[in-house]
């Protein structure tokens, strides 16, 4: 059992030592085998569940691609939203603009037409 363990990756003793509680080696051959077999088939348990696809899906149940068209979908929504938005700012614009007056003199000069009265 010694030489299994020496002959595994760091991260897999950690995993081994985290799981026993203590060091692995610490345990007698037979408590290390069984907790070696119990994680092997809990790893198993987790393949077989991942594998699983669900017949029926949930509101949070969502593939990747499923949750890029509803991105997708809203990005859409907002972009008309911008558009018509913009399409309606011209006709705003005039409408906010005061109206050019006809410009009319009332007196001045009739000599030179200035903003000032002739003397005449």
Do not use: Y
Not at 45 to 63: C, G, W, Y
Not at 76 to 94: A, D, F, I, N
Request: overall charge neutral.
């Amino acid at each position: 059992m010694n030489i299994f363990i020496d002959g595994l990756r760091p991260q897999s003793k950690q995993l081994l030592d985290a799981s026993a509680r203590g060091k692995i080696k610490l345990k007698t051959p037979e408590e290390a085998m069984e907790l070696i077999e119990n994680m092997d088939a809990s790893d198993r348990a987790i393949l077989r569940d991942r594998s699983h696809v669900p017949t029926k899906r949930s509101l949070l149940e969502l593939s990747s691609q499923d949750a890029m068209l509803a991105k997708n979908k809203l990005l859409v929504k907002q972009l008309e939203s911008l558009t018509e938005t913009l399409s309606k700012l011209p006709t705003q614009l005039q409408a906010a603009q005061p109206s050019q007056l006809a410009i009319i003199q009332v007196g001045g000069c009739s000599i030179c037409g200035g903003a000032h009265e002739s003397s005449c």
